[in-house]
């Protein structure tokens, strides 16, 4: 699943099967309102997208539970429209860890998204 913005800016989701292969390049805008930080191509890093509302505390609750346990290789940070923030985290998890971050961010409660295989962020 990805979060995509349209020619008006509004977000949808789009579970198109080209999607899931990582065939089509349409992602969020990372490149306005964003911070960034990190290296590419860490060993065992997996991409992790979160849609987070942008009210104070909402990036804390995501980002201790997450790099108090596991390696933080990328972080960048975007607003988009006052109401939501983009978040893209680079974590490096081993495979037999994978479930255990699933139950971690499954219980923070907020939309996120495995981008290991979306093609623009392989580039990016």
Not at 87 to 94: I, M, P, R, S
Request: hydrophobic share 35%; with cysteine.
């Amino acid at each position: 699943m990805h979060v995509e913005e349209d020619d008006g800016g509004d977000e949808e989701e789009d579970d198109d099967e080209d999607d899931e292969e990582g065939g089509d390049m349409r992602t969020v805008n990372w490149t306005k309102n964003n911070l960034v930080c990190g290296c590419s191509s860490q060993l065992n890093e997996i991409l992790f997208h979160f849609v987070l509302p942008e009210r104070p505390g909402a990036l804390v609750k995501v980002l201790e539970p997450i790099t108090s346990r596991w390696h933080a290789t990328l972080f960048h940070y975007c607003r988009t429209d006052g109401v939501t923030a983009h978040v893209l985290v680079g974590l490096q998890l081993l495979p037999h860890e994978e479930a255990e971050f699933k139950s971690v961010a499954d219980a923070l409660g907020y939309e996120y998204s495995d981008e290991r295989n979306n093609t623009a962020l392989r580039i990016f």
